[in-house]
């Protein structure tokens, strides 16, 4: 069964394909083949984060189903893993 891609597994092939195309050192070819696969997979990537960003519209909507904007808490300490 294949491995279902995430969002973390593209961006990290996605900055692979960038540090590739950026080499100059790529025929003309390969270099294109790369860069559409770059865009397939940031299209895959924003298709990912739009579908993140109804969720939590969804999950943070107010009785009525209208969006509440609320200012995001962070918890954690910078310094703590130091």
Do not use: H, W
Not at 6 to 19: C, H, K, N, S
Not at 43 to 72: H, M, Q, W, Y
Request: aromatic share 6%; charged share 40%.
């Amino acid at each position: 069964m294949a491995k279902k891609k995430t969002f973390e597994d593209a961006m990290m092939q996605l900055e692979g394909i960038v540090q590739e195309l950026e080499s100059g050192n790529l025929e003309l070819e390969k270099a294109l083949k790369k860069f559409e696969e770059g865009v397939r997979l940031s299209r895959f990537c924003f298709d990912k984060l739009e579908e993140t960003e109804k969720k939590i519209t969804v999950l943070t909507s107010d009785a009525s189903g209208n969006p509440r904007e609320t200012e995001f808490e962070n918890n954690t300490d910078p310094t703590e893993d130091e």
